[in-house]
């Protein structure tokens, strides 16, 4: 048997907010999707859903909000100073920056922010 990693699914309180940062993030989303249950966007191979906490409740039969960190979320950017800039976008729009853009030991540009619904997002190059 093989198995494929298809999609990546997210929870969401507001799908406004939550769209509005992925747009940030630079994908391409329609404004009229803020307003559906579940969306579902597609960027070079990679699909993301999105689905509100009652969409997730009629699934799982419930749903409590998680805490701490448990998935994160992470995209490469062309080059150090794209990472700077998409951080400093992010920030500007009114979500939280976790930790501002450094040079990490590992070798690569490295910034955190966390999405509307807290959830952290790793920008790197």
């Given at each position: 048997m093989t198995v494929k990693l298809d999609m990546i699914g997210i929870v969401v309180e507001d799908m406004g907010k939550a769209l509005g940062f992925y747009r940030a993030l630079g994908f391409e989303i329609p404004e009229t999707a803020d307003r559906e249950p579940h969306v579902?966007?597609?960027?070079?191979g990679v699909r993301i859903a999105f689905d509100t906490v009652e969409v997730a409740r009629g699934v799982y039969g419930s749903w409590e909000r998680p805490s701490g960190h448990r998935i994160e979320l992470a995209f490469r950017c062309a080059d150090a100073s794209s990472v700077d800039?998409?951080?400093?976008?992010?920030?500007e729009r009114g979500y939280e920056g976790r930790r501002e853009p450094w040079d990490a030991?590992?070798?690569q540009r490295y910034a955190i922010v966390a999405d509307s619904d807290g959830n952290l997002?790793?920008?790197f190059a």
């Open positions: 579902e966007i597609a960027q070079k800039a998409l951080y400093r976008g992010i920030v030991f590992w070798g997002i790793s920008l």
